[in-house]
């Protein structure tokens, strides 16, 4: 029974490893969806500098949603509540 179990671990494990290839792969792909890494598409970028300008990609858009969140908001404040102008902002705010 114990043979079973340690057989079935070392399955599941394999099964969900990943290879060299599919890293560099995912690394690939994600240098094309950053834009300042776009542009170097035929240089080597190293995997750590593709994973650090990802992150710093993501924090961006995070500070953007939050920014265009407050101007949203802020429209709202200064609209009509009844509007249609302000139904819109509210869907766009949910």
Do not use: F, G, W
Not at 15 to 20: A, K, L, R, V
Not at 48 to 77: F, G, M, P, W
Not at 78 to 87: E, G
């Amino acid at each position: 029974m114990s043979t079973r179990r340690s057989r079935s671990r070392q399955q599941s494990r394999v099964s969900t490893e990943i290879t060299d290839a599919q890293i560099t792969d995912l690394v690939s792909k994600l240098q094309q969806l950053i834009p300042e890494l776009r542009a170097r598409r035929s240089d080597k970028v190293s995997a750590s500098k593709v994973l650090q300008e990802t992150c710093n990609y993501i924090k961006n858009l995070h500070r953007e949603v939050d920014d265009l969140s407050d101007r949203l908001s802020q429209l709202l404040a200064t609209t009509d509540s009844n509007s249609a102008q302000a139904a819109i902002i509210r869907s766009l705010l949910m």
